[in-house]
Structure formats: C-alpha cells, structure tokens
C-alpha cells in the first residue's frame, strides 16, 4: 500500500452474496431477522433481503428527527461563542472595559479551554449520547445567558472559559454521531448541513443585534443580546434528553422492521451492530500514527484560522469601514447568508461526485481572493464585496474537510439506479472502527482548533481600519489550506493506483467475488483494510 502500508492489518473474513432487487417484500419475520443480524467479534453476519423503498424511508425518518436537532443544537452553539464580536459593539467594550489587548483573551480563553477539553469527544463512545448532549447543552447554555449578569473583564473571562470546556463536549462529537445513522455515500451532505449551521448563526446574530440594538430597552443592549440568545439553548436541553436517539436501532420514530433496517446498515457498515460503548486502545495508536489524520488536522488549522476570526472581527472590519454600529450589525447577515447556501451546494456536489479534494481547492481559492481584496482594496464596496467571497470559501471549507476525514475510507461503486441492490457499504471515516473514527476526530480538533488562537490575535485595534496584516494571513492560510487539499489528494491517488496495481481494479475484484457483472460490495465492511479498500479523493 506504499507509504500507508505500515498501518495495514489483515482484512477480516467476509462473504460476497447479493440481491436482485425484487418485487416489495413481505413483512419481515421480526425475531428470525433479529436473529440474522446479531454479530459477535467479527463474526459474519448471515444475510437477508432488505426493500431498498424500506431502507430509503428510515433514512428520511433520519433526515427528518436526527439532522435537524443536531443542526438547531449547532446553530445556537455557533450563535453562543460568537455573538461577543456583536455585543463588543453594543456597548459591551465600555463597560467591561476592554482596553489593549483584553478582548482578544476573551477570544482566546475561549479557545483554549476548548482545546483542553475537546478530548471529551470520546464520551459519545462511552456515555448514551442523549444523555451526555444533554449535560453539555444545558452547561453551556446556562454559562451564555450568565454573561449578562457580568460586570467586570475578569467575571467574563471565567464565563468564556467556562463556555469553551462545555462547547468543547459536544461540537466535535456530532460529526462522529451522524456516522452513526449514515453511511459513507450519505454522510457528507448531513454533516454539510449541520455545518451551514454556523454561517446561519452569524446570519441570525446580526439580525438580532441590528434588532435589539435599533431599540432602547431597560438594560444595555450587550446584556439583552446574551438573554434572547442564551434562553432558547436551555429550553432545548429537555428537547435533545427526550428526542435525540443514541442510535438507529433505539429511535423510537423507528417501527420494529425499520429499526432492523436501521441494525442491517450498521452491520453493512462497520461489521457490528453494537456502535455505544468500549475503547479499543490499539486502535488508538493506529490513529496516531496514521500520516491522513495529520494531513485533515493541518487543513483544519488552516481554515480555522479565518473561521474563528471573520465571525468575531467583522461587526468591527466593517464599523471601521465607516458603517455606523448599528448599520454594521445588520451588514454582516448578507455574507454568512449566501455562505450558508454555498455550504449546502458544495457539499451536495461533492457528495455526487465524490470529488472533495477539487472542492477544496476551488473554496480555498475563493476564499484567499475575498481576503486579497479586504487586504489590497480601499474601496468600501470592493471590500464588502471581498466579505462575501471570504465568508463563502471558508465556511464551506470547514464543512467539507469533515465529511472527507469521515469518508476517506472505501469507494463504492453506487448506482443507484442499478437493478441490484448492495447489501454493504464500506466504514464511514478514513480510521475504520468506531474507536480510530472518534480519535481521528479528537486530532482534527486538537490540532486544527489550534487556528483560532492565531486567528484571535491578528486583528489588533492599532491596524484599524483595515486590518491588512491580518487579512494577508487570512489569505495565506487559506491558499495554504488548497495546496494541502492537492497534496491529499494526489497521495490518495497515488496510492489507490497501487491497491489497484497490487489487488486489480476494485470494481473487477468485487465483481469476481460477487459473480455480480457489474460489482457491487459484499456483505460485511472491510474496514479500512480489505483488498476493496479505495481511498475517497
């Protein structure tokens, strides 16, 4: 396998059946295929047939209860940590005093808590994930609204710091619990939908500061922004113990057929239906060592860089572009608005064309000339015009880095208009357990939220009002985040073209395997390292 040879281990047994699609089945016999679907180890599972209508309606019953919970929880994490840039110019500033450099440690405090404790991305492993989403979102909802009750610089950063150790809880474990409902082919577009969250809550937060700072309420307008935008994350911690499943198979919108569905694709997936619960320490290791996580992670520092930084800065870039604050509040809607809908369409593309290491590099590209142009241009219009495009290639960047780090595993041949239907997919992430998927997630995060602690601090008051150096690093990071997508990229090729020069063309092997003409998997994932392993470029 070349250079990732040394991570290989021997592929696990596995059969290679499949099924013609026929006509809709007749009721499924509950205990027998209850019985058909229990694994041990890595033990293979027997098989059984599974209506494709049937399987397309639990993923939309998925679509439906678990992507837009998830979604709406990420939007008001998004809305929580970065609605201080838009209270920093309510009124905030004078009266906590925020003088020098005091409020890039309230930036910075944030994030390195967050960094400190981004390892409880494991949990999801090790608690219910109902039950430890919920812990979290009630802390940090309850530490957002407390910001309003603060009266000095040092009472704030311990509420931002606060902030970081429970948002780091849950924010990097979500794209690890849709791998839970979703296969690799299906993955991408949910985590891109959950991401667009975060360009909709800077959309919203500008909104509501333009709103709230237009009027003359009784306390300070920086007060009142962390009430009604702290409150609704409380009264949606009873909402995510009582409606967010821990898995398929224990959803309770799911009937007792669709819930054997939902065990069928688990095992498809991973080899297992068993996903809570369990460290495998080995597998850890692996992950470390593994040179494709580190690639992710650095790609990640790179975005995050701009990521972290446009979202706080902006209210202030564009009061300093001679808008007045409560102008400038509502000028930041329109760019995180269009990045939002870019966000959803790169990733549905991507996930078409499996092709998101091109993605990347024309996001990025995108993204570093909207940044060239608030570094070079003096024209207002020029630089709002260069807002857009920053906004539009970073947060999309974010939401495609995630998907691939979790579907840099086999390729499929999918056809969905074959007349066969698969009965396996391969593993969902690019570390094949569920173990190595959690970990690599905790790198990426570990390394990559490293960004904004560099991104807090490259747009100091003595550069107002145009902030050049800071945009030039911007700009630089984000080409930087391109050449690193290429460079993937073209290692993942590399080494495709050496699995195939070593094994054959994956779709021929399936297709001797599976007498299938027109080869399609077999009934249990491969994980990371069967023969029909493919890397997703």
């Known amino acids: 396998m070349g250079l990732l040879s040394k991570f290989e281990r021997e592929p696990p047994a596995t059969t290679t059946d499949y099924v013609d699609e026929v006509a809709p089945s007749p009721p499924l016999d509950v205990e027998k295929a209850r019985g058909e679907v ?161 360009p909709l809550a800077t959309t919203f937060a500008g909104a509501l500061a333009y709103g709230i700072t237009s009027g003359h309420a009784g306390i300070a307008n920086w007060r009142l922004l962390f009430l009604v935008e702290g409150i609704p994350t409380i009264l949606l911690a009873p909402v995510v113990f009582f409606f967010l499943p821990d898995s398929p198979d224990k959803a309770r919108f799911l009937t007792e057929d669709e819930k054997l569905i939902a065990k069928a694709r688990g095992v498809r997936q991973v080899g297992t239906h068993e996903r809570i619960g369990g460290v495998v320490w080995k597998d850890i290791g692996l992950c470390l060592l593994d040179p494709i996580a580190w690639f992710t992670a650095l790609m990640y520092f790179s975005c995050n860089v701009s990521f972290s930084s446009l979202p706080v800065f902006l209210p202030t870039i564009l009061q300093d572009m001679g808008f007045t604050a409560v102008n400038a509040q509502g000028l930041t809607a329109p760019p995180y608005f269009i990045s939002f809908l870019v ?151 590399w080494e495709n073209r050496k699995l195939d020069k070593k094994y054959g063309s994956q779709k021929d092997l399936i297709a001797s395997r599976t007498g299938d003409p027109k080869g399609h998997e077999s009934v249990v994932s491969e994980e990371n390292y069967g023969p029909t392993f493919r890397y997703i470029l």
């Open 38 to 198: 229990q694994v041990e180890g890595n033990a293979v599972p027997h098989h059984h047939h599974v209506d494709p209508e049937a399987e397309k309606r639990v993923v939309r019953k998925l679509d439906w209860r678990v992507t837009p919970l998830v979604s709406a929880l990420y939007l008001v994490s998004f809305l929580d940590r970065s609605n201080i840039g838009n209270a920093k110019i309510a009124g905030m500033s004078e009266d906590l005093d925020l003088t020098g450099n005091r409020y890039q440690w309230l930036l910075n405090i944030f994030y390195i808590s967050y960094i400190l404790f981004e390892v409880q991305v494991i949990m999801w492993k090790i608690m219910p994930p109902h039950i430890w989403a919920t812990i979290v979102v009630l802390g940090w909802g309850l530490i957002a609204t407390l910001q309003a009750a603060t009266f000095t610089w040092s009472a704030e950063m311990v509420c931002r710091f606060l902030l970081g150790v429970t948002e780091a809880g849950f924010g990097p474990g979500i794209p690890y619990l849709l791998s839970f409902f979703y296969l690799r082919h299906e993955v991408g577009l949910r985590c891109g939908i959950f991401l667009s969250c975060a």
């Open 343 to 493: 966000t959803i369409g790169s990733t549905y593309i991507a996930d078409r064309t499996q092709q998101r290491g091109y993605m990347l590099m024309f996001l990025s590209c995108v993204g570093g000339i909207g940044y060239i142009l608030l570094a070079t241009c003096e024209s207002v219009g020029a630089r709002y015009f260069g807002v857009f495009l920053a906004a539009s290639g970073i947060f999309p960047c974010i939401a495609n880095i995630l998907p691939w780090v979790l579907s840099k595993m086999k390729q499929s041949v999918f056809e969905p208009s074959s007349k066969y239907m698969r009965l396996t997919t391969p593993s969902t992430d690019n570390q094949g357990s569920d173990t190595r998927r959690g970990t690599g997630i905790a790198m990426l995060n570990l390394i990559g939220q490293c960004g904004p602690l560099l991104g807090t601090n490259v747009f100091p008051a003595t550069q107002s009002p145009r902030y050049v150096e800071g945009m030039a690093i911007c700009a630089a990071f984000t080409f930087f985040n391109g050449f690193l997508a290429l460079g993937l990229r073209t290692l993942l090729g």
